[in-house]
């Protein structure tokens, strides 16, 4: 128990120290209009859901320059839940987003894609599987 306690102290001390190296890292200035803009439509919060297997993620995500920000959460089918810490960036020219998301067990994923509208429209790579289509819709 208390090497299980360990190990999740140390996964959130690393998800902390990653989230406040890439924070001092982001440019100062506020960009271009159109790059502030197109960074609010990253900005919010998104989530993805599959029914019947019962699979949530859940993400709020902030731009600063081309860094995106952000944490979120995930439920699975047999009751797993918990945390994730998400760094990015978004290339202002093309509207390409790449979020690296860390869940709490250690589990990386790297989702790949675009703002349509209101979703988030891309793939995910979990660890060493293939990319899947995966896409987030904003929420209110």
């Known amino acids: 128990m208390m090497n ?6 140390s996964v959130i001390l690393a998800a902390g120290a ?6 001092a890292a982001c440019p100062r200035s506020p960009g271009t209009p159109s790059a502030a803009a197109a960074g609010g439509h990253v900005t919010g919060t998104w989530l993805h859901r599959e029914m019947p297997v019962r699979y949530m993620e ?5 731009v600063r320059g081309d860094s995106v920000l952000g944490e979120g959460t995930y439920s699975m089918e047999a009751g797993r ?3 994730t810490t998400i760094v990015g960036k ?3 020219g093309s509207g390409a987003i790449t ?3 860390l869940r709490d067990t250690g589990v990386r994923e790297r989702w790949t894609g675009t703002v349509r509208g209101d979703t988030l429209a ?3 790579k979990i660890a060493d599987t293939d990319a899947q ?7 209110p």
């Open 58 to 62: 859940a993400m709020t995500l902030r």
């Open 18 to 23: 990653v989230l406040g190296l890439a924070a």
């Open 90 to 92: 978004w290339q202002q």
């Open 122 to 124: 891309g793939t995910l």
């Open 4 to 9: 299980a306690i360990s190990r999740a102290r």
């Open 99 to 101: 979020l690296d998301i």
């Open 81 to 83: 839940q918990g945390n």
């Open 133 to 139: 289509a995966f896409n987030f819709a904003r929420q």
